[in-house]
């Protein structure tokens, strides 16, 4: 079946990188994306991959994407406290679904 | 620019009423999505409407659920006879058809539901 893995917790020193994780299970997946989600603000997307791409670099992120493994990650470099959010995986299996995982709460210690 | 909107963003309501809540997409947006979102989860799919076309329902949307947009532009979400399960924030997300990715998708703030 499909199932989107995360954990649900990080804490990372402001300045240093965040590097969040995620498992996958459909391989059909063509795109796997990163959503943000701050107190009472909406889910905002961040950053995709294509399935065919093993990574994608946008300013301070990072995506690597390992489709052998179905494992995915973020690498947000030089944390600031702005990051504090719940970063959420999602993939999508079809042309209108999201799989979503449970989200991961980064936590910015000073 | 506005976003996505979603009313009302509260909604407190005793178990057996009936609930609507309204979404307001990005103008241009031609697809609309509903998501539910408990606490610690991430969104579950519940329906989606390509234009005024519901093409799609989870099965998570039990028959007292009932969407609708019947001009394309504004959707409705109706709860019949809310049970305490039914408290979740629902979230309502717009996107393109073209020139998109399908999960660029643009996301309300929600409403949140409590049912006592």
């Known amino acids: 079946g499909e199932d989107v893995e995360q954990s649900l917790f990080l804490s990372v020193r402001e300045g240093d990188s965040s590097v969040i994780n995620c498992t996958y299970t459909d391989s059909s997946s063509t795109y796997l994306y990163w959503y943000k989600q701050e107190p009472g603000a909406g889910l905002q997307l961040l950053t995709y991959i294509f399935s065919n791409m093993d990574m994608k670099q946008d300013q301070r992120l990072t995506v690597l994407l390992n489709k052998k493994d179905k494992h995915l990650s973020l690498r947000i470099a030089d944390t600031q406290t702005g990051d504090s959010a719940i970063y959420f995986c999602a993939e999508s299996p079809s042309n209108y679904q999201l799989i979503w995982g449970a989200g991961t709460k980064l936590i910015i210690k000073p | 620019d506005t976003g996505v909107s979603q009313d009302p963003r509260h909604k407190i309501t005793k178990r057996g009423q009936n609930v609507t809540f309204r979404c307001d997409p990005i103008s241009e947006h031609n697809r609309l999505y509903w998501y539910r979102q408990t606490l610690g989860q991430g969104p579950e799919f519940l329906t989606y409407?390509?234009?005024?076309?519901?093409?799609?329902k989870s099965r998570l949307l039990s028959d007292r659920f009932s969407a609708e947009r019947p001009k394309g532009s504004f959707s409705t979400l109706e709860i019949q006879r809310t049970e305490q399960g039914d408290s979740a924030m629902y979230l309502c997300?717009?996107?393109?058809?073209?020139?998109?990715?399908?999960?660029?998708?643009?996301f309300g703030p929600g409403t949140r539901l409590t049912v006592t």
């Open positions: 997300a717009s996107s393109l058809i073209l020139g998109t990715t399908p999960g660029e998708q643009y």
């Open positions: 409407f390509q234009n005024e076309a519901q093409l799609e």
